[in-house]
């Protein structure tokens, strides 16, 4: 059974950065495509970023050239990097992994963009 533990998140002032960390356990992290998503308060869970299990990237319009996902399979981790954070960025920041049928999800870690 695929766990999911996502850290990382936090309060962050207009402009800054957070990385947010994803541990992955129960099964072969390497087989698996794994994501990003986000869910503000009131709002529907969106996409943010993605990455395949060979190590294609994919990002949301709304965070192309300041997000990067990364994934460190000696350490069963994926990454996002959050730079040049905006107040539309807060939300729960969720990570996924699907493998064919298989879809699991993370906890979830808040992420608060203020000044």
């Known amino acids: 059974q695929v766990q999911l533990v996502e850290s990382g998140g936090g309060l962050v002032q207009p402009g800054g950065s957070l990385r947010l960390s994803c541990l992955f356990s129960g099964s072969i992290f390497r087989l698996y495509a794994m994501g990003w998503y986000r869910q503000a308060p009131g709002k529907e869970r969106d996409w943010v970023a993605g990455?395949?299990?060979?190590?294609?990237?994919n990002y949301a319009d709304s965070v192309k050239g300041r997000f990067t996902i990364s994934r460190d399979t000696a350490k069963n981790t994926v990454y996002l990097q959050m730079n040049s954070l905006k107040p539309e960025d807060t939300a729960v920041y969720y990570c996924?992994?699907?493998?064919?049928?298989?879809?699991?999800w993370g906890q979830g870690t808040q992420v608060t963009v203020s000044s």
């Open positions: 996924n992994a699907v493998l064919g049928a298989w879809n699991s």
């Open positions: 990455i395949t299990s060979d190590g294609r990237t």
